[in-house]
Every structure is written in C-alpha cells, then in structure tokens.
C-alpha cells in the first residue's frame, strides 16, 4: 500500500460504495476498504442495543486487523445509534453517516420534506432530533421501507431488478395529504444513491439528497495536511463479512466503480 492515508468505509452493504464512491471522487488518493458485513445485514431490522454491540465487536476486530487512519460508518441506521458508544472504543477518527435533513431543510422553498430510510432510521430518537434542530418549520413525511435496501444488494450481488418496489414506495408518499408540495427527498440510507436514477422517475421534479458528498468534504477535512497533493490513485478493496459466494455480477459492478481487486471475504464468527 502507498503512504496515503487509508480510510475504512463500514456498511451493512453495497452502502459503502455510495459513501466512499463519493470519498473516492474527490480523494482518488486515499487507499480506500469497502467493509460490507453480510453477515449483519440487514442492520435496519435490529433491535438498537444489540445492533450496538454487533457493530462495535465487528468494526474493532477490522479496526485491529487493518490498521486505517480514518473511519466511516457508511450507514444511517447504524450511525444514528451506534456513534457515541464507537468513539469511546476508538482512538481513530470517526465520521458518521447520519440523514441529510439540515441540507434539505435548506434546499426546500414548499417546506415539505420526503424522508427515505430504513425502519430502524426512521425510528431513531437520534433522527427525531435531527428533524427537531434543522426542519422544526418542515412537514417531514417519513417512509421506513424493510424491502429497498435488501433489493438493491440481490441487484449487485445477482442483478436482479425490483421496478415494482419505486412504484409502490412512491405511492406510500402519494397517501399523505402534503404529498403534493413535497419538493425534497431524503435518501437516508446509503444504498437508495445507488438507484438514484431508478427514483428520480417516480419523483419527478423532487430533489434527492444525500450525504455522500458531505462526508467526502469532511474526510478531506480531518485528513488535512495528511492528504499527499499528486501521485498515484489508492488502492480500493472490499472485505466482505459473511457467508457469502462472490458473483461474475457483483465483480462486474465493483469494476463499474474502479474496484479491480478481487474481494476478501470474511467468515462470520
Ligand atoms: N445502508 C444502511 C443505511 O444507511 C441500511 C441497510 C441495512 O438495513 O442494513 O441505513
């Protein structure tokens, strides 16, 4: 590995190449690791204190194992619970993923806001809060949906397509009364940017946000003077946590992204 400094990108899944895709984008000279723990997945599911535990046991094992300068917990419905209790295990930096309500907020003129997430995010006191201190003067209507997040991994990993599942989710908007003036959608859960495309067809002249680039203006910041100025891009790999079989289609979407090593795979204890 070069002298750059390595940044660890932690997901449940494919979400950690919606984050460090972006990391990547703006800082092709950082050594990237895409960690997805299959094993885990799907973290929207889980009860939080267990989700907790699972997630620091998991990360400080990769932590030790892969010694990076920087790590991203590339996953709101982790980030939204598991942050306080990751810092005080760490001595690393830690960058959250959390939903991007303060930049909606700021990007809405009907002050009707779409929430996008996993059951679990949707559910957190953390993002309650959030909603509170930026978009207090908002209508947030929020969708959790148990069923996207888990399409878009059998979309990478077996490529498979489920056009179905956008109607339905933008139906499930269309039943609230604002609906209407809905200007502004949240994707907070790292992998919906991965079919963004998809959604912007069934939310037609609404804005999508994200906080992928936010988190690469941020990575870039705590970085600092470590960044190297020119030189060679990084090296991008993934670490795949748990049983899983690496597909010719999974490989082929990794090369989409400028990801050509073969992925590590990683048994679930
Ligand atoms: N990528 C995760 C997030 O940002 C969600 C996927 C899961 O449920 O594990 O919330």
Redesign the pocket.
């Known amino acids: 590995m070069s002298a750059a400094p390595t940044v660890l990108v932690f997901?449940?899944?494919v979400?950690s190449l919606s984050i460090g895709g972006e990391i990547h984008r703006r800082l092709p000279q950082l050594n990237l690791i895409y960690a997805m723990d299959s094993g885990?997945?799907?973290?929207?599911?889980w009860e939080e204190a267990a989700l907790s535990a699972h997630i620091c046991a998991t990360i400080t094992l990769l932590v030790e194992q892969t010694r990076p300068d920087l790590l991203v917990v590339?996953?709101?419905?982790?980030s939204t619970t598991v942050l306080p209790a990751l810092r005080s295990q760490l001595t690393l930096p830690v960058v959250g993923?959390v939903p991007a309500i303060k930049p909606a907020a700021s990007l809405s003129r009907s002050r009707v806001i779409g929430l996008l997430?996993?059951p679990?995010?949707v559910r957190r006191q953390y993002t309650a809060q959030l909603i509170n201190d930026f978009a207090s003067d908002c209508c947030v209507i929020s969708v959790g949906s148990s069923a996207l997040?888990p399409a878009i991994e059998r979309q990478f990993w077996e490529g498979t397509d489920h056009p179905e599942l956008y109607q339905t989710l933008a139906a499930e908007f269309a039943g609230h009364p604002r609906a209407p003036d809905m200007d502004t959608l949240v994707l907070?859960?790292?992998?919906f940017p991965l079919v963004a495309a998809q959604l912007r067809e069934y939310f037609p002249g609404v804005s999508l946000v994200d906080s992928g680039e936010a988190i690469a203006r941020r990575v870039e910041s705590l970085l600092g003077s470590a960044l190297p100025t020119v030189g060679q891009p990084g090296e991008q790999r993934v670490i795949v946590l748990g049983e899983r079989r690496v597909s010719a289609h999974f490989l082929e979407k990794l090369s989409a992204q400028g990801i050509s090593q073969r992925p590590t795979l990683v048994a679930a204890d």
């Open positions: 997901d449940s899944g979400g885990g997945f799907p973290y929207g599911e590339a996953c709101n419905s982790a993923v997430a996993t679990g995010t997040a907070a859960c790292t992998h």
